[in-house]
């Protein structure tokens, strides 16, 4: 059984605030032949620094930055080890230091991380944040070989070289556990694949039904290829500073805070604990679940994900995200991961995780109201509608956030030059997905590896 002392338990601190300033990022397609992944990552780099209505010119930030920070899930897709170096070389930043990044499907995430440390801690005022994953150098089939070995390969890689059979089982068991329907699950789907609709960027886009989400060819029994990402190939790029420079480059910066949790490999082999409480919540709250054979985590939770938000949530003064979170983006991998985290990071009680689907609380708009979802999930599209290009993964999802808060979200997915940048035609019936704007906004975000193995979650808030 695993128990945490005082000294594991220590709430992390900036030692200066931090501020994310600008984004940008590529559409993310399955094959991109008609460019390198330097220069799919200048494309990034590019909008972050001439798109984001900064106060100087993109040569001048430029000249402000003095660390980077690198993320890439696997260089054996593209046969390249330290590809960072190729990326640092290509975008002009040498001889700045840089470092990579590799924490499975968290990489985008961590890579967030430690760049927000390295302002925090004072090594650095301005840090570039990029991530990307190139996985069209390969067929298929070998693609999923690859990504499968992100996992044990002494026990779960014995279940098959592909990921959707690791969280089979998982779906499987919380299904028997908590009551979720397929339905539920299906309608998870149907939400993202949607919302991408109106995304330029998404790979996945697409109106279905519940019916035809369950209707779909199966993946790995009772997971439906429609309820899965797909392999992504794109970049990403965020530009993190501390408040000084925040205030010369921006009028409308985003405060952030993020943390991380880890567990083991071995879902099998979960050591079980007593479940950390978030800010929110009681013992009393579990106390129907505490019944002969429970385990927590068991296969049902990801016990990285609720220490990612145990930790996150009190750095950023968060004392309850369903009523404090003005949306949320979540590591929809597959829906049973989505939805499993709505226990972790508390949008739920552990066990009634589908009431935040079933209620439409997750909704822009709740279907069951036709009034404004409490607190939307994945209105970019997540991983299963729009992207899951790892290295670039966890950053795009706080750069929707940050586009969000500053209520840019009709820029940079309604604007008919971006869709057409990348060879599509904006929808007639496009929608607007933009949260209305508060003084006060905060979002989060969920950046997801393995099978639990490393997580991080960030908090953004609309800073002034």
Known sequence: MIIMKEGNKRIPKWSRRVFVVAGGTTAYRKWFPEYKIEELAMLAFRQMLENNDLKMDPLEVKGLINFCVYGEFADHFQDQLLCESKVHDYLGLDPLYNIGVKTGGATGGSTVLAAASAVASGYADVVLALGWERMDEVDTRTGNMYISTAACKDFETRLGRIYSSYYAPMAKKFMDAYNLSEETRAKVAVKNHLYACSSPYAQQPGKYTVKEVLD??????????????????????MLL?????????????????????????????????????????????????????????????????????????????????????????????FTISDIQTYGDIGLRPYGQEPDYIESGDAYYINPNTNKPGKCPANLSGGLIGTMHAVGATGIFQGIECMWQLQGKYDKFHGDPKIWKQWGK????????????????????????????????????????
């Not at 879902?267 to 106390?287: F, G, S």
């Not at 429970?294 to 750095?315: H, I, N, Q, T, V």
Request: net charge positive; proline share 6%.
């Open 216 to 237: 779909s060819r199966m993946s790995a029994w009772p997971l439906r290829f429609l309820e899965c990402c797909a392999m992504s190939t794109g970049a990403a790029s």
């Open 241 to 333: 500073c501390d408040e000084k420079t925040a205030y010369k480059l921006t009028d409308n910066p985003c405060e952030v805070f993020i943390a991380g949790g880890s567990h083991t490999l071995r879902v099998a082999d979960r050591r079980p604990q007593e479940i950390p409480l978030l800010p929110h919540e009681t013992k009393d709250m579990y106390k129907d679940l505490m019944k002969p054979g429970f385990r927590y985590p068991g296969f049902e939770s990801f016990l990285a994900s609720r220490m990612a938000a145990w930790f996150a949530y009190r750095m950023a003064g968060i004392t309850n995200p369903l009523e404090e979170l003005d949306l949320v983006e979540l590591h929809d991998a």
């Open 425 to 464: 035609e904006k929808p007639k019936d496009w929608q607007s997905l933009q949260i209305p704007q508060k003084k006060k906004m905060q979002a989060a975000w969920v950046s997801h590896a393995g099978v639990g193995s490393h997580v991080t979650l960030g908090v953004m808030k609309k800073a002034w």
